[in-house]
């Protein structure tokens, strides 16, 4: 059978070309009105963040205005005062936390017979180390010599170095021993007043 189109126009299928444009018309509407939404949820934000710019410009200018008022305010003379105050009252702490018991426990654990202690000296420094000068007597320097020695490998003390000696009228080595105390330090004992060989 044979079948032909004999119109003198095409014939198209309508419905189907409308329905595929009014697809495309809602896509395209559903499109611009996300942009639109967007837009303006974006220009809101846009609004707060500069409002809270704003703001927070005028604090951090407030905040600055009263630290040039404070500084104005604040005699530097006074400050130092209060500055060097502060460090002698850490520094009492830091002494009142020294313990006198176990450093001569460990001048009990090292010390020669023929050495003799006369004078401890301990100080901190601003790193917060402990150093300790320790005047003795000996009738030789190699005891001397023996004494840093044993504190070294106590491992109490590091970096021990003998310092300025002299000899006395009695015929004995005096001489200054200087070391880093790497012993950790503990609560306030009172044992200071005394110590093996004589120290004070």
């Known amino acids: 059978m044979l079948r032909t189109n004999l119109s003198t126009r095409p014939f198209y299928n309508a419905r189907a070309v409308r329905t ?4 495309m018309a809602l896509v395209v509407a559903a499109i611009t009105l996300f942009n639109v939404v967007s837009i303006a949820r974006l220009t809101v934000q ?6 809270r710019a704003v ?3 005028r604090e951090a200018q407030r905040l600055r205005t009263e630290a040039v008022g404070i500084r104005a305010r604040v ?3 006074e400050l130092t005062v209060i500055a060097g105050e502060a460090r002698e009252a850490n ?3 830091d002494q009142r936390t020294f313990s006198w018991t176990e450093l001569f426990q460990t001048f009990e654990n090292t010390l020669p017979p023929d050495v003799r202690i006369t004078a401890v000296q301990p100080r901190q420094d601003q790193n917060g180390t402990f150093h300790v000068g320790i005047a003795v007597q000996a009738r030789r320097a190699e005891d001397v010599d023996t004494f840093v020695e044993a504190l070294e490998k106590s491992g ?5 170095l003998p310092g300025e000696d002299r000899v006395t009228e009695d015929g004995l080595l005096e001489a200054i021993v200087d070391g880093e105390y790497a012993q950790p330090a503990r609560p306030v004992e009172h044992a200071a007043a005394s110590s093996p060989g004589g120290a004070r």
């Open 20 to 23: 595929v444009l009014g697809t």
């Open 46 to 51: 846009q609004r707060s963040l500069s409002a």
């Open 55 to 57: 703001q927070a410009e």
């Open 75 to 77: 005699d530097p003379k």
């Open 91 to 93: 520094a009492i702490i």
């Open 156 to 160: 109490a003390f590091h970096d021990v």
